[in-house]
């Protein structure tokens, strides 16, 4: 059975940075698609950044330049490494990931992907 665990949210003053860590399980994911993404209260979930099977990262542009998606293989590990974080941050964060080959451009799309985390919140104030 797969399993997608998410930790490391808390709460942080702007400016401040987070990394966020999903521990994978029940499968060895070589070609997978893997992806975080996040939603605030009363909005849809979003994509934040995703990450394909040739390494090649996407990041949805409130992001791009603070935020890192990276992966230990090794560990079955997938980060967030979330940098100079803004009160708009603020959101329930979950990561996906999905065995199959992917198109780059769909990493950003809730559809794209069979198995989710639980998520993990983070908070920033200002």
């Known amino acids: 059975q797969v399993q997608l665990a998410e930790s490391g949210g808390g709460s942080v003053q702007a400016g401040g940075s987070l990394r966020l860590s999903c521990a994978i399980s029940?499968?060895?994911?070589?070609?997978?698609?893997m992806g975080w993404f996040r939603q605030a209260p009363g909005e849809e979930r979003q994509g934040v950044a995703g990450l394909d099977s040739d390494g090649f990262t996407l990041y949805a542009d409130s992001v791009r330049g603070r935020f890192i998606i990276s992966q230990d293989k090794a560990e079955s590990t997938l980060y967030l490494q979330l940098n100079s974080l803004k009160p708009d941050d603020t959101a329930m964060y979950y990561c996906a990931a999905d065995p199959r080959r992917c198109a780059w451009a769909s990493l950003l799309r809730e559809t794209t992907y069979t198995y989710w985390g639980q998520g993990t919140q983070v908070t920033v104030s200002s």
């Open positions: 029940g499968y060895t994911y070589s070609k997978a698609c």
